[in-house]
């Protein structure tokens, strides 16, 4: 049996955690690993992090938290046989834990999906711009075991530094989501999901949106984000996210949208939420940045849009035809079965820490 102890900076409620690290450990034990759990955020102070503004009362917490960090892993470590990394072990200031942990465990394995040496140009986080040390992953990429990106972007940072570097994408249990059924609506529903940082991102769809509201009545759901958007004037729907209903917000999506600023961060991305409406069978629409082009064959499996026109003219043509919006969304659930399921990707991942 190989004991693994896992550290993530986020709890259960982060979709990095839950998908990168938690979904793995009921079939790792299955196959002989068993895994440990540690988080340097519980739920509140997670959710503290997520709101704007209050840094001196973010900062006193995430000390606490961080002594704490430090703490565990000078007491436990060295009690299992691979410590496993979810992103970093801290998101503030030089890698001072990781050189703490690293000194202590030879078998450490580090699992990233987004591109966090780099600024992320859609966030105005004083603490991301300020208090972030971009450099600390090519300080430090060397000394791990493993490393495991979720896409080809990641990997090819990382392999500068490291000849032990794996790509697994982010994956989700086509037994949850090939459950999913759509729910009938009226009006056709048009869904993004995400995380408020992520917000700025959805602006994208102003022109688009506005449009075909006016000229179809679609309407428009954005879960996870209820601050109103500058732009909108009453065509938007705001859903908070619960993560008791995760799966049932896709059962009233009629067609999935991804838009992606261009840039550089935006290339990191791993093509979640083009993966979760794919696996639920919804049909969807994506910007051509980064992973989301690999994913995405147009006019097969989804849509790539990268105008205004574009984004209007494809969202139209799925809003106006059902059959289409069925048989995109049929070869969706295949895409994701046959690339991008747990069920693919589980034994790999498992065999990398066996080894």
């Not at 794996?166 to 995400?194: D, F």
């Not at 949106?209 to 938007?236: C, F, H, N, Y």
């Not at 995109?328 to 034994?347: C, F, I, P």
Request: glycine residues 8%; aromatic residues 10%; proline residues 5%.
């Amino acid at each position: 049996m190989v004991k693994v102890l896992a550290l993530t900076v986020k709890p259960l409620l982060a979709p990095d955690t839950r998908y990168r690290i938690l979904q793995y450990i009921e079939p790792f034990a299955r196959r002989g690993i068993t895994v440990d759990h540690r988080s340097l955020f519980g739920d509140r102070l997670h959710r503290l992090f997520q709101q704007p503004g209050g840094v001196p009362l973010k900062m006193l917490c995430y000390s606490a938290a961080w002594v704490g960090r430090a703490v565990e892993i000078a007491r436990s470590a060295r009690g299992y046989d691979a410590v496993w990394i979810s992103r970093e072990l801290s998101p503030i200031g030089p890698p001072l834990l990781e050189r703490l942990l690293l000194g202590m465990h030879k078998k450490v394995v580090l699992d990233i999906d987004d591109a966090i040496f780099l600024p992320d140009e859609a966030t105005t986080s004083f603490i991301h711009h300020r208090l972030r040390d971009f450099g600390k992953f090519e300080a430090t990429a060397g000394s791990y075991a493993a490393i495991i990106c979720g896409n080809s972007f990641l990997a090819d940072y990382f392999t500068r530094f490291s000849n032990r570097v794996h790509v697994i994408p982010t994956v989700v249990s086509m037994a949850r989501y090939g459950a999913v059924e759509h729910r009938p609506s009226s009006a056709i529903r048009i869904g993004w999901i995400g995380m408020p940082s992520n917000a700025p991102h959805i602006d994208m769809l102003e022109k688009p949106l506005r449009s075909l509201r006016k000229a179809m009545g679609v309407q428009a759901i954005i879960v996870g984000v209820t601050e109103k958007r500058p732009w909108d004037d009453g065509g938007l729907q705001y859903v908070p996210w619960e993560l008791a209903r995760e799966l049932d917000y896709f059962a009233d999506f009629d067609i999935g949208v991804m838009p992606l600023r261009d840039f550089a961060f935006a290339h990191g991305k791993c093509a979640f939420k083009i993966i979760q409406f794919m696996a639920a069978g919804v049909p969807v629409v994506a910007s051509p940045v980064g992973a989301n082009a690999e994913v995405i064959r147009d006019g097969e499996n989804g849509m790539l849009a990268a105008s205004d026109t574009e984004w209007e003219t494809k969202l139209g043509m799925l809003a106006a035809d059902s059959r289409l919006r069925r048989t995109m969304g049929r070869e969706g659930r295949r895409t994701v079965a046959d690339g991008y399921s747990l069920e693919k990707w589980v034994d790999l991942y498992a065999a990398i820490f066996k080894s």
